[in-house]
C-alpha cells in the first residue's frame, strides 16, 4: 500500500530513479518534486526543503511549501508538492498544489489517492479552497483535479508558456 512521506536522505537512491525514468520517458520538468531535479547534491535539497517547509530563506518568488513522497514498495511512486499560500504568480499558474506520477506507475489510480491525502493536509493546516492548475493537453491531470471534487473555474492562455491552463477549485471560495 502506498504511502506518504516526508522525505528524508534514506530516499536518495529512490528520487535519482524517479528523476532518472521521467527523463528517459522523454519529459524535461518533473512537477511536485519540490526543486530537486536541479540540485546535484540531494543532501544540499534536503536542507532548502526544510526551509521551504519552514518558510524560512524563502528564494525570491517563492512561498512556504512542502513536498512529499508517495512510496510503495521502496520505491516513490508519485511527488507532490503542497503551497502553504499563494502569490500573483500561484494564482494564475501552479495553484496551492503541484504533482506527478512516475511514467510506469501512471493510470493505476495513485494520483488520486496522493492528491485525496494532501487535500485532508490542508484542510488539517486550513488551507481551503485550495487552487489546482493543469495545463488544458493533460487529460489525466484534469480529470484527477475532477475526481478529487476539483470545479473548473476558468481557462487562460499563458503567454509565457504558450499553453491554455485550467483552473480548478477544491472547496467553497470565500
Request: aromatic share 12%; proline share 3%; charged share 25%.
Amino acid at each position: 500500500m502506498a504511502k506518504l512521506v516526508y522525505p528524508d536522505y534514506q530516499h536518495e537512491s529512490m528520487m535519482k530513479d524517479y528523476l532518472q525514468e521521467t527523463y528517459a520517458f522523454g519529459e524535461k520538468y518533473v512537477n511536485g518534486d519540490g526543486g530537486c531535479q536541479f540540485y546535484q547534491d540531494y543532501h544540499k535539497w534536503i536542507k532548502r526543503e526544510k526551509q521551504n517547509h519552514l518558510g524560512i530563506n524563502l528564494e525570491p518568488g517563492f512561498v512556504p511549501a512542502t513536498t512529499y513522497f508517495y512510496l510503495e514498495n521502496d520505491q516513490i511512486v508519485g511527488t507532490i508538492n503542497l503551497r502553504h499560500c499563494l502569490n500573483n504568480c500561484l494564482i494564475n499558474h501552479g495553484g496551492h498544489i503541484g504533482y506527478s506520477i512516475l511514467p510506469s506507475m501512471r493510470k493505476k489510480g495513485y494520483a488520486t489517492a496522493m492528491l485525496k491525502e494532501v487535500i485532508e493536509i490542508c484542510k488539517r493546516w486550513e488551507i481551503y479552497p485550495i487552487l489546482l492548475t493543469c495545463n488544458q493537453e493533460n487529460i489525466a491531470s484534469k480529470k484527477t483535479i475532477e475526481k478529487c471534487g476539483g470545479k473548473l473555474e476558468n481557462k487562460y492562455y499563458d503567454e509565457k508558456t504558450k499553453e491554455t491552463v485550467l483552473r480548478f477549485w477544491i472547496g467553497e471560495k470565500k
